[in-house]
């Protein structure tokens, strides 16, 4: 486990924390309004290998070598051209800082980090971390790399968990929830909505379908997968060519069949990595998911009576009803969208490069 210190005196900024690979939805920006909740579990951090915050400089502005550094291969509207490496934590396992009134800046409910760092050394001074809580943005405190250090607090690492211990003890990520947003004269209003996590989550995934799509239709399984990407990949794809399957594959499942052109894979929570079949090699290209979201899709949980609690006698069981669903298709997330696919090489074929350029037509069609 590892602690973060203040780079100008030492002094400590966190309590113990343990290394995980950056969420999906962790830049994301969701609806209007909408008060998201903590993005990190108590106890762990990530690092964003990207610059990501302010300041930020317009795609004018940048040149091609910049560009290609940064191994994006499509335009955009602007870059960051803040330090690599920032340090995502839980604003409760935040200690010894302070926040910078003048850095407060925010949109309508919170703070937002746009001013650049609002949280301070409490021993120093120095601005060491942003604290991100205004609506639609999830609740985070992130570290800026060249303010903090790393330092270890135990001598030995961890091992991440096996695939087989993540299939036991590991928890799908249900794709409704409940969202509270403001707008109420009454206060705060819930809605019963897709999960921000999915959307995110869909967002990168339908980029990398498109790329695999190399042009043509692809299919995907039944059930939740097709509800989640069918729609768009019939919209954005043409017809008329022999289309590509997507399967679902990882730990527990069958080895892919030689007939699968794209394998959806669980990425490890831990690590990031993705989940590869052993074995013989497969050229089926590989689409990562959140671990979470792809136990779902592989393993969906169903509706099942939960034991009543209080007087009723021992051993029956509570009819609940089912949860609702969401009053409206299911959308990906534009900006996760965006983000993948321009970092994809094959984002320079025309035809994926106009369906970048019609993002916005796109929206209003609401396929995202």
């Known amino acids: 486990m590892f602690v973060f210190v203040c780079a100008g005196c030492g002094a400590r900024l966190t309590t113990p924390l343990s290394q995980v690979a950056l969420p999906a939805h962790a830049h994301q920006k969701y609806g209007n309004g909408i008060q998201l ?24 502005e940048i040149g091609p070598d910049d560009v290609a550094d940064r191994g994006i291969y499509a335009p955009v509207y602007a870059l960051s051209d803040g330090a690599p490496g920032a340090i995502v934590i839980s604003p409760g396992d935040a200690r010894g800082t302070l926040l910078i009134p003048e850095k407060a800046g925010g949109y309508c409910c919170g703070l937002d980090g746009a001013d650049g760092p609002n949280m301070a050394c409490e021993a120093c001074g120095l601005a060491v971390a942003s604290r991100i809580d205004d609506c639609s943005l999830w609740q985070a405190v992130w570290l800026a790399p060249n303010a903090v250090r790393r330092l270890r607090i135990d001598a030995a690492d961890a091992a991440p968990l096996s695939w087989q211990q993540l299939m036991s003890e590991g928890k799908g990520t249900p794709p409704f929830e409940p969202i509270t947003a403001w707008g109420s004269r009454l206060g705060s209003r819930h809605l019963w909505s897709w999960s921000p996590q999915w959307e995110a989550a869909a967002g990168r995934a339908l980029a990398h379908l498109l790329a695999a799509s190399e042009g043509r239709p692809v299919t995907v399984p039944d059930g939740l997968s097709r509800e989640v990407f069918q729609r768009a990949l019939d919209t954005l794809l043409p017809v008329g060519r022999q289309a590509r399957r997507a399967i679902l594959a990882g730990p527990g499942r069958p080895a892919p069949d030689a007939d699968a052109d794209i ?3 669980p990425a490890h929570p831990q690590t990031g990595e993705s989940w590869a079949p052993a074995g013989p090699a497969t050229s ?9 979201i792809w136990l ?14 209080g007087v009723i006698p021992d051993g ?17 997330d534009p900006g996760a969208f965006q983000h993948t696919l321009v970092r994809l090489p094959a984002v320079g074929s025309p035809w994926l490069r106009e369906i970048l350029e019609n993002l916005t037509r796109h929206k209003h069609a609401r396929l995202f």
């Open 37 to 60: 909740p903590v993005l990190m579990e108590s106890g762990t951090f990530a690092v964003d290998p990207e610059p990501w915050g302010p300041p930020w400089r317009r795609w004018e």
């Open 263 to 265: 394998i959806l894979v």
């Open 284 to 292: 089926a290209y590989p689409v990562p998911l959140p671990f979470g």
């Open 296 to 309: 779902w899709l592989a393993a969906p949980e169903p509706y099942l009576p939960t034991l009543a609690s």
């Open 316 to 332: 029956v069981l509570r009819d609940d009803p089912p949860a609702p669903r969401p009053p409206h298709l299911f959308r990906a």
